[in-house]
């Protein structure tokens, strides 16, 4: 099993910045990629920005603003926000693929519980 445990999230001014961290822990072998996606009530849940270990991927509303990184020897990914704004006000969740044997290819997806990202205008 693997747990991915997010935090950082907060309330702030428009304008201002957060940083949030996401890190795995259980059974893993490799993550092949891990993301940080976002929701409000009554939307669907959107990806914000994903990580592999050669590619980065930001959505439209983002660039420029967040910076998604990572720490191999921590399992863990950050999500730096900058020149937030009330629209960026939602839950972010964190996510990964994970591969959790060295004998088997299948990776299996997991989720984290969510931290709320509050910007107040």
């Known amino acids: 099993q693997v747990q991915l445990v997010e935090s950082g999230g907060g309330l702030v001014q428009s304008g201002g910045s957060l940083r949030l961290s996401c890190a795995a822990s259980?059974?893993?072998?490799?993550?092949?990629?891990m993301g940080w996606y976002r929701q409000v009530p009554g939307k669907p849940r959107e990806l914000v920005a994903s990580?592999?270990?050669?590619?980065?991927n930001y959505a439209d509303s983002v660039k420029g603003r967040f910076t998604i990184s990572g720490d191999n020897a921590k399992n863990t990914v950050y999500l730096q926000m900058n020149s937030l704004k009330p629209d960026d006000t939602a839950v972010y969740y964190c996510?990964?693929?994970?591969?959790?044997?060295?004998?088997?290819?299948?990776?299996?997806?997991?989720w984290g519980q969510g931290t709320q990202v509050t910007v107040s205008s």
């Open positions: 259980g059974t893993i072998f490799s993550i092949l990629n």
């Open positions: 996510n990964a693929d994970v591969r959790t044997t060295s004998w088997r290819t299948t990776s299996f997806n997991y």
């Open positions: 990580i592999t270990s050669d590619s980065t």
